[in-house]
């Protein structure tokens, strides 16, 4: 049961470095990102193509990784989410999923459709109270409760945190102040964007790197951005974390439902807390 946790935490803690851009990105721009997939997904390609260059040098390869994807996600949102501001949000989801088509196509010509495998880059147990767990996922735990934090202050203490958080609350307001907020949109969206490539290179050691797996990640992480709150990073944090108990919980007694169940807790939030869009 505790490797159960363990597990849970990771993938909990995974969750919350994909889904906090995305969960800004749709609190500040009201956009509904499928391209957000595609990051993930290009980051994990990104360290598989990395590594060999640097000798398997994961911290090395990891941020030339997520560096490589910035230019990638600035051009999504220059030419495609910047047009799409203000406008219907179904134009949003039509948009960004034929981003995420043509980018699924482009990595199956580059790196082909089969799946690739990626060998645990610390390789290290450690053992507590009689219990043994991979080094790397308490890594990971650890990450994404140092993001956390620094978001936090980020967005708390810095100019553009607190733009970004005021247009949170009311962009028309912030624009009438003279500030261009579609600027500070950008930064979000690139912060964001990058931590979701993160996601991907940290994922892609525990599970094997596909062209489909951002497609799959996308749907739960929504569900995360839901139950926590639109721009909300606590309540991102804290969903993100208890979804992904329920995945490892679920999955321990019923595999097939682990995903199914993020979804049924999605809707009993909704039931008393329906979203405002």
Same mark, same amino acid.
């Given at each position: 049961?505790?490797?159960?946790?363990?597990?849970?935490?990771?993938?909990?803690?995974?969750?919350?470095?994909?889904?906090?851009?995305?969960?800004?990105?749709?609190?500040?721009?009201?956009?509904?990102?499928?391209?957000?997939?595609?990051? +993930?997904? *290009?980051? %994990?390609?990104?360290? $598989?193509?990395?590594?060999? =260059?640097?000798?398997?040098?994961? !911290?090395? #390869? &990891?941020?030339?990784?997520?560096?490589?994807?910035?230019?990638?996600?600035?051009?999504?949102?220059?030419?495609?989410?910047?047009?799409?501001?203000?406008?219907?949000?179904? +134009?949003? *989801?039509? %948009?960004?999923?034929? $981003?995420?088509?043509?980018? =699924?196509?482009?990595?199956?010509? !580059?790196? #082909? &459709?089969?799946?690739?495998?990626?060998?645990?880059?610390?390789?290290?147990?450690?053992?507590?109270?009689?219990?043994?767990?991979?080094?790397?996922?308490?890594?990971?735990?650890?990450?994404?409760?140092?993001?956390?934090?620094?978001?936090?202050?980020?967005?708390?203490?810095?100019?553009?945190?607190?733009?970004?958080?005021?247009?949170?609350?009311?962009?028309?307001?912030?624009?009438?102040?003279?500030?261009?907020?579609?600027?500070?949109?950008?930064?979000?969206?690139?912060?964001?964007?990058?931590?979701?490539?993160?996601?991907?290179?940290?994922?892609?050691?525990?599970?094997?790197?596909?062209?489909?797996?951002?497609?799959?990640?996308?749907?739960?992480?929504?569900?995360?951005?839901?139950?926590?709150?639109?721009?909300?990073?606590?309540?991102?944090?804290?969903?993100?974390?208890?979804?992904?108990?329920?995945?490892?919980?679920?999955?321990?007694?019923?595999?097939?439902?682990?995903?199914?169940?993020?979804?049924?807790?999605?809707?009993?939030?909704?039931?008393?807390?329906?979203?405002?869009?």
């Amino acid at each position: 049961m505790i490797n159960t946790i363990a597990y849970g935490l990771t993938i909990g803690a995974i969750l919350f470095i994909i889904s906090i851009g995305l969960s800004l990105t749709f609190g500040t721009m009201r956009i509904v990102n499928f391209a957000h997939g595609l990051v +993930y997904t *290009i980051g %994990a390609y990104m360290i $598989v193509s990395v590594l060999p =260059i640097v000798r398997n040098n994961f !911290i090395l #390869g &990891a941020l030339i990784a997520v560096l490589a994807v910035i230019p990638i996600s600035y051009v999504i949102e220059r030419f495609v989410i910047r047009k799409l501001y203000g406008v219907s949000i179904d +134009y949003a *989801i039509i %948009a960004t999923y034929a $981003v995420a088509l043509i980018g =699924i196509d482009a990595i199956k010509w !580059i790196w #082909g &459709a089969s799946p690739i495998p990626l060998s645990d880059p610390v390789g290290i147990d450690v053992s507590f109270f009689g219990i043994t767990l991979p080094l790397y996922r308490l890594i990971i735990i650890l990450l994404a409760l140092v993001i956390f934090f620094a978001l936090s202050l980020f967005f708390k203490k810095t100019m553009v945190g607190k733009i970004v958080v005021a247009a949170l609350d009311d962009k028309d307001a912030v624009r009438s102040l003279g500030i261009s907020v579609d600027k500070y949109f950008t930064y979000v969206f690139v912060i964001g964007s990058s931590l979701a490539a993160l996601g991907g290179v940290l994922y892609a050691p525990i599970t094997s790197v596909h062209p489909y797996m951002g497609m799959m990640v996308l749907l739960v992480s929504f569900a995360v951005v839901i139950i926590g709150g639109l721009g909300n990073i606590k309540g991102t944090f804290i969903s993100a974390f208890v979804l992904g108990m329920v995945m490892a919980i679920t999955g321990r007694f019923w595999g097939p439902a682990a995903e199914t169940m993020v979804f049924v807790v999605m809707a009993i939030v909704l039931i008393f807390k329906p979203i405002e869009v």
